[in-house]
């Protein structure tokens, strides 16, 4: 993080959720912060709590959720205590999402340039329509839509689903906002396209200021794009830092474990590495370091949950038995 104070500064932030069969913390204790123009890898696995955080961040967690601890800091604001209006004008305003269902941005019965428009014009009221339609075919060309002044006039069931994405994600850059949080947006998106809007996002970022989370399982997604990295698993960061750092260092079993698992990174030839086992349910965790039973490195140490240290300069890790100073493929 560099500059003076951070785009966003989460602190202990926990959300629960409780169902009736025990409470799931599904967000345990998770701090970063980003400042402008920086991009934030969030990774983990499936049910790790990646959109949990995203939601929680931006006020959208549900019954039986709560947040029930911790501080967002959005530009020195905290969100957990703003109220739902105040959420809701920061929204599509300051702050933008991007959903894995684009049709949780869309609305099915508008066209495109309505849609579009209004979403800049809710922004700036100065702004003319014809100067937020030009914006709003811009920003559809940015996102490699073809012929976007015709692609204004549709309607979102008459794009593909990849497409439609797409659209949902130009309405997010519209307003350049202050803050980013996408939500493994790109996963149903061929790699090219994948490519091309990371590639739009990241310049968005750097030339704006926008402060972006991306939320991924694949890691090989965001490399070469975010500047810091968070490794999640179940509810609790396990590591961070700079991501060249963690990528060509990675300290964690569990990080080594998802990195031997990304194409590419291991010797050609050689057995993609699986981390073995599963994510275990948040009701039933084992005691003490949560990834214990499938980390080979584990032992009676293990039993105690591992405190946050900081063992390598800029890197934040929880484990007791860190991966100092090994290669980077075996876990
Ligand atoms: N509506 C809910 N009711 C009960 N528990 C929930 C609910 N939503 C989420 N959880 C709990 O929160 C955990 C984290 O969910 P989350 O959706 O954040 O995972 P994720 O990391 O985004 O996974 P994925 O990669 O599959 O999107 C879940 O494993 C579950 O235990
Ligand atoms: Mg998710």
């Not at 959109?51 to 969100?79: A, H, N």
């Not at 057995?271 to 949560?290: K, N, V, W």
């Not at 039993?303 to 100092?324: F, K, M, N, S, Y």
Request: charged share 20%; hydrophobic share 40%; proline share 7%.
């Amino acid at each position: 993080m560099s500059g003076a104070s951070p785009t966003l500064q989460v602190d202990n932030l926990e959300t629960h959720f409780f169902t009736k069969d025990g409470v799931a913390k599904a967000v345990d204790g998770v701090s970063f912060a980003i400042g402008r123009g920086e991009i934030m890898g969030l990774v983990g696995e499936s049910g790790s709590g990646k959109s949990v955080t995203g939601f929680s961040i931006i006020g959208l967690v549900d019954p039986p959720g709560r947040v029930v601890g911790g501080r967002v800091l959005f530009k020195g604001t905290d969100l957990v205590t703003l109220g739902p209006e105040g959420l809701r004008n920061l929204r599509g305003n300051r702050i933008a999402m991007i959903f894995q269902d684009p049709m949780m941005t869309l609305n099915p019965v508008l066209r495109i340039d309505t849609q579009m428009i209004e979403t800049v014009r809710a922004h700036d009221a100065s702004v003319t329509e014809a100067e937020a339609r030009a914006r709003a075919r811009d920003a559809l060309g940015q996102v490699g839509i073809p012929s976007p002044e015709e692609r204004l006039r549709a309607y979102p069931h008459q794009f593909s689903g990849g497409m439609r994405q797409r659209v949902a994600i130009a309405i997010a850059l519209l307003n350049k906002p202050d803050l980013i949080i996408a939500d493994e947006p790109t996963t149903a998106l061929d790699v090219t396209i994948q490519g091309q809007i990371l590639y739009e996002a990241q310049k968005l970022c750097r030339e704006t200021g926008t402060a972006l989370i991306w939320i991924t399982h694949d890691l090989a997604v965001i490399a070469g794009l975010a500047d810091h990295i968070s490794v999640m698993y179940a509810g609790r960061i396990v590591e961070q830092g700079s991501l060249d750092d963690v990528l060509d260092r990675p300290a964690h079993p569990y990080t080594r474990g998802l990195l031997g698992s990304v194409p590419g990174h291991n010797t050609r030839g050689r057995r993609l590495y699986q981390i073995p086992g599963m994510t275990p349910s948040l009701l039933r965790l084992p005691g003490g370091c949560a990834f214990k039973e499938r980390c080979p490195h584990a032992d009676r140490a293990c039993d105690t949950a591992p405190e946050i240290t900081r063992p390598i300069e800029g890197r934040l890790l929880r484990c007791v038995h860190p991966q100092l100073g090994a290669g980077s493929t075996a876990p």
